[in-house]
C-alpha cells in the first residue's frame, strides 16, 4: 500500500532491549529504548532528530563509532546514539512465540525484498512498448514523490538515473531545478547534466566542491541531524542542500532506489575484490611504510586483504581492525563484527554472486547511502523524496517487468528498460554509459581542515585516545585518497564525540 510522500513519525517508543541475531529479553527496570522506520520506501520520513537526542542523552555508542571508522555506517537497526534503533525497509519484526517465555517482540530480523526469484521471467502478453510505460509509471511516481514540493530540486549527476528522472520529472514538475556536483577530478558530468536538464527545459546550476565550505555547512547542521553516517557522499549532500535550501527550495528529489529491484551485473574488479578478502591480520604499520604508503594501488590491496568479503563489498577506504584497535585502545573490534552476523545468512542464501552482492549492498544503503540523504534534510528542514522508492513503481518493475529488460546477461549491461527510455529522447549520452556520483575532494579536505580535525580529536580522546597520534603519523601520507578517506571518517565523526559542537574555524 502506497504510504504518502510526506508521512510524518514523531513518537517515541520506549521498547524493551533488542537486538538482531539474540533472542528478545526484558527491558531492566527503569530501561527505555527508541525504535524508529526510517526508509525512503516507507515514506519520506520526518525523523525526530530533538526527541531522539533528548532521549538518548546524546550518548554515544562506542561501537557504533567503530562501526562507522570500519564500514563508514552504523550497522542497523543500531544509530549512533545508545538505546536508540533505526530500522531500515528491510528490517521486519517478529511477534515472540508464546512459548519462549518472553513478551513483546523478537529481534527485527533482515529479509532482503527484491530477491531474484520474484521477478518476471518473462512477458506473456502481447508486445509491449517498455520505454513508454516505465515513463508512465515514472512520471506518476515522480509526481507523487514531488506533491509537497513547492520548489523541487533534482540531485542530478549526469547517470542513468538522475537522466531518466529528469525527463519524468520535466512533465511532471516543469518548475524543476537539476543541480550538479563537482566533486573531484576523476569524472566531470556537469557538461552533459547540463545538456540534458535544458534540452528538458528544466533549470541547471552546478556546485563545485570546495572541501572546506563543506565541512563548515556539516558543522553547522550536525547538531540537528538525528543520527549519523559517514558515507563518503554525506558532504556533498550536505554542501547540495545548503546551497538548495539558500536558494529558497524546499524539496531535493533523489534518484537513488532502484539498483535493488532492477538487479545488476558484476564486472571483473566486482568478482575479484571479494575474493582477495582475507580476513588477514597484519600490523597498522604496514600500509605506512615507505614503498607502500605513497601508492593508493597496494594500500587498497593491503586493506581489502585485512577485511572479509561482505565488508569489503562496501565501498571506500577505510579504517582496517588493528587500526580500529589503535584508535580506541581497547579492541571494539569483536562487537562490530558481531553485528554482521546477523545478516550473512540472508547474503549466503544468494543463488549468484550478482544476488549476493545485492544483497551485501542493500545493507550499507539503507544505512548509508539513503540514510546521508534522510539524516541531512531533517537536519533543515527539507523534504526530501526518492521516486524510484515508490512502492507503486517498485512493485510494477518487480512483478511485471521481464528480466530482459533489466539486466542484458549477454552484453552484461544493467538498466536495459532505463537506457532505453533515456535513448528515445537523447540518444547515447556519456555518463548513462558510465556511472556518475556525488564525489568528494577527500584530499582536498585534509589540506584544508587538518588542524581543525586534529583539535577534535584532542578532544575526544575519552573514547578515541589514539587518534591524534594517527593524525599526526600520516599527516604526510594525506595526498593519497587511502589514507585522505580515513582522515575524512575521522573528520565526520570526531565532532559527535566532542559535548560542545564546534564552531567552524573560518565560514566562507
Request: charged content about 25%; aromatic content about 10%.
Amino acid at each position: 500500500m502506497h504510504r504518502g510522500p510526506a508521512m510524518e513519525w514523531t513518537s517515541v517508543l520506549p521498547l524493551q532491549q533488542c537486538r538482531p541475531g539474540a533472542p528478545a529479553a526484558p527491558a531492566a527496570q527503569g530501561e527505555r529504548h527508541m525504535r524508529l522506520p526510517v526508509s525512503p520506501y516507507l515514506g519520506a520520513l520526518r525523523v525526530p532528530a530533538g526527541e531522539i537526542r533528548a532521549f538518548s542523552g546524546g550518548e554515544v555508542d562506542p561501537v557504533s563509532v567503530a562501526d562507522i571508522l570500519r564500514n563508514t555506517f552504523v550497522y542497523p537497526p543500531h544509530s549512533i546514539f545508545r538505546d536508540v534503533e533505526l530500522l531500515p525497509y528491510e528490517f521486519q519484526a517478529q511477534d515472540a512465540a508464546p512459548d519462549a517465555g518472553g513478551a513483546g517482540e523478537q529481534a527485527p530480523q533482515f529479509r532482503f525484498r527484491f530477491r531474484d526469484a520474484g521477478k518476471a521471467a518473462a512477458w506473456d502478453g502481447h508486445e509491449e512498448d517498455w520505454p513508454a510505460r516505465w515513463h508512465h509509471h515514472l512520471c506518476a511516481a515522480a509526481g507523487r514523490a514531488c506533491a509537497t514540493m513547492r520548489q523541487p530540486w533534482l540531485l542530478q549527476s549526469g547517470g542513468k538515473d538522475s537522466t531518466s528522472l529528469a525527463i519524468a520529472l520535466a512533465q511532471e514538475r516543469p518548475d524543476t531545478t537539476c543541480i550538479t556536483y563537482l566533486g573531484g577530478s576523476e569524472e566531470n558530468e556537469v557538461e552533459s547534466a547540463r545538456h540534458v536538464a535544458r534540452s528538458l527545459g528544466l533549470r541547471h546550476e552546478a556546485l563545485v566542491c570546495d572541501p572546506g565550505r563543506a565541512y563548515d555547512r556539516y558543522l553547522a547542521i550536525a547538531p540537528r541531524m538525528p543520527s549519523l553516517t559517514a558515507d563518503f557522499a554525506l558532504l556533498s549532500y550536505v554542501d547540495l542542500l545548503t546551497t538548495i535550501a539558500d536558494a529558497g527550495g524546499d524539496g531535493v528529489v533523489d534518484g537513488m532506489g532502484s539498483d535493488f529491484y532492477f538487479g545488476g551485473s558484476i564486472n571483473r574488479m566486482k568478482r575479484l575484490l571479494p575474493r582477495i578478502a582475507l580476513d588477514a591480520t597484519l600490523p597498522a604499520f604496514v600500509a605506512e611504510l615507505p614503498l607502500v604508503r605513497r601508492s593508493f594501488e597496494l594500500c587498497f590491496l593491503l586493506g581489502s586483504l585485512q577485511m572479509n568479503p561482505v565488508e569489503r563489498i562496501f565501498p571506500g577506504s577505510r579504517f582496517t581492525d588493528a587500526e580500529v584497535r589503535e584508535l580506541f585502545g581497547r579492541d571494539l573490534v569483536a562487537p562490530s563484527r558481531a553485528r554482521l552476523r546477523p545478516f550473512l545468512r540472508e547474503v549466503e542464501s544468494g543463488e549468484t554472486p550478482e544476488e549476493q552482492r545485492a544483497i551485501s549492498m542493500s545493507i550499507a544503503c539503507a544505512a548509508g547511502g539513503f540514510a546521508k540523504g534522510i539524516f541531512s534534510a531533517n537536519a533543515f528542514p527539507l523534504q526530501v523524496a526518492y521516486p524510484y522508492c515508490d512502492p507503486e513503481l517498485t512493485d510494477w518493475v518487480y512483478r511485471r517487468v521481464p528480466r530482459a529488460q533489466m539486466v542484458d546477461a549477454r552484453t552484461n549491461t544493467n538498466k536495459v528498460l532505463v537506457r532505453a527510455h533515456i535513448a528515445r529522447h537523447f540518444g547515447e549520452l556519456p555518463y548513462v554509459r558510465r556511472k556518475g556520483s556525488f564525489r568528494f575532494d577527500v584530499r582536498g579536505l585534509a589540506r584544508q581542515r587538518f588542524e581543525q580535525v586534529h583539535a577534535f580529536a584532542g578532544r575526544a580522546t575519552d573514547m578515541l585516545p589514539g587518534a591524534v597520534a594517527w593524525l599526526e603519523r600520516n599527516r604526510s601520507c594525506l595526498d593519497n585518497k587511502y589514507f585522505a578517506s580515513k582522515f575524512y571518517l575521522l573528520a565526520v565523526v570526531l565532532p559527535w564525540l566532542v559535548r560542545e559542537q564546534p564552531q567552524p574555524e573560518c565560514a566562507e
